[in-house]
């Protein structure tokens, strides 16, 4: 944890889980953090003033929630089952992410992810400044990262 934590990581079912066993296998790590200075530069760049709703230029309070997820295989392995093994993950993120965005929406509020393919944010458009999750781990969970040959990874 860090200075930024104010709800720190817990395990979260995706809204699709109907099982226990399958919402063990879904769960997504998740916790709630304010924007230290240099994640909110990184924020800045992305997204430009896009999150200003109502076009006011005061400051906002900006919240990020980091998501993670454990993977059945070693994703740094290559093969058929490895890419579905990424398809899993993809799509249990895509689906928890576009339901909350969409009910903090719903709820007046500016709300984005990153696709984790491209680092390009999902919800907003015109934003075409990539995002680096793994940076944004680093910062606000202290975690380590490690270099996968072009890729830095947890």
Not at 39 to 60: C, M, P, S, T, W
Not at 76 to 102: P, Q, Y
């Amino acid at each position: 944890m860090t200075l930024s934590t104010l709800l720190p990581p817990k395990l979260v079912a995706p809204p699709s889980c109907n099982t226990s066993t399958k919402e063990q296998v879904n769960a997504l790590e998740c916790s709630v953090h304010t924007l230290p200075k240099p994640f909110l530069r990184e924020f800045h760049h992305v997204f430009r003033n896009h999150y200003l709703i109502d076009g006011a230029e005061e400051q906002k309070e900006l919240l990020a929630i980091p998501t993670n997820q454990r993977a059945r295989q070693d994703l740094v392995a290559v093969g058929d089952h490895i890419e579905e093994e990424k398809d899993r993950l993809l799509n249990v993120f895509i689906v928890f992410a576009s339901d909350l965005c969409e009910k903090i929406r719903a709820m007046g509020y500016w709300a984005d992810f990153i696709d984790p393919c491209s680092g390009l944010p999902m919800m907003t458009l015109g934003c075409n400044k990539v995002y680096s999750e793994v940076d944004s781990m680093e910062c606000l969970l202290n975690y380590k990262s490690y270099n996968a040959g072009f890729c830095k990874i947890l």
